[in-house]
């Protein structure tokens, strides 16, 4: 099942530019996580924001949630070269036996250009 | 440094033979993952373990068995019998197990696997 899915597929930008990718889930969640991934290379965490909180920051990222709409939204701010990379939204969701086990989304590509 | 260790990077396989995937962590996680990712896609869930000797199918287990011998173990074999095997494949752990709140996951560095 995807839970999560990103938007837009594909962002292009100029380095020293914002950039907000979107992600849409269906489901109740207890949290939201955002992951980014160097290619070929494993995923990384970035952030996780509970379903009780609107809005978390670290560093040059802000990450909204909004349960109402079954959305988030994550900013980079001041974006570099260093920045591309697909990133990812991964929703916790119940599964058989009452576990809750994360589901990513199909995530978003990332290049910001020098 | 405490983190996850998947091996071998690269793997080719033939039609018709099986292989198995390594995965090791030395975070003292309970709870280990497998993924796996498609080119341009998200990640799957191919199984999980919550606890040592114990472990459950994810959405696409077919074709695919685990073990969970030990704590910081937790190998992938890809059988003869999964239709579709050339993948990248992503191993995980976290602290919890996700029975009430799934926390952070951290991952390993893939293994792409190639069928002939």
């Known amino acids: 099942s995807q839970q999560g899915e990103e938007d837009p597929q594909a962002l292009s930008i100029q380095e020293g530019e914002n950039a907000t990718m979107n992600c849409s889930y269906k489901?109740?969640?207890?949290?939201l996580q955002w992951y980014r991934q160097n290619s070929g290379r494993g995923l990384v965490h970035l952030i996780l924001?509970?379903?009780?909180?609107r809005e978390k920051h670290s560093g040059r990222l802000r990450v909204t949630l909004d349960t109402s709409k079954k959305s988030s939204s994550l900013l980079i701010t001041a974006s570099r070269a260093a920045d591309t990379a697909s990133y990812f939204c991964?929703?916790?969701?119940?599964?058989?036996?009452?576990?809750?086990?994360?589901?990513f989304g199909s995530g978003t590509q990332l290049t910001v250009l020098p | 440094d405490g983190g996850i260790t998947q091996s071998p990077k690269y793997l080719f396989r033939k039609e018709g033979q099986n292989v198995t995937l390594s995965c090791e962590q030395n975070?003292?996680?309970?709870?280990m993952y497998w993924y796996r990712q498609d080119p341009g896609q998200g990640l799957r869930l191919i199984y999980y373990?919550?606890?040592?000797?114990?472990?459950q199918k994810g959405d696409i287990a077919e074709g695919y068995s685990v073990s969970r011998e030990k704590k910081e173990s937790f190998p992938l074999t890809v059988t003869s019998a999964q239709k579709n095997p050339t993948a990248f494949y992503l191993c995980?752990?976290?602290?919890?197990?996700?029975?009430?709140?799934?926390?952070?996951?951290?991952f390993g560095e893939g293994s792409r696997l190639t069928v002939l």
């Open positions: 991964a929703t916790d969701e119940p599964r058989l036996g009452s576990a809750r086990q994360l589901t």
């Open positions: 373990s919550q606890i040592v000797n114990d472990f």
């Open positions: 975070l003292n996680h309970d709870a």
């Open positions: 924001i509970r379903s009780n909180e």
């Open positions: 489901t109740s969640i207890n949290n």
């Open positions: 995980a752990s976290s602290r919890h197990p996700g029975t009430q709140n799934t926390g952070e996951l951290f």
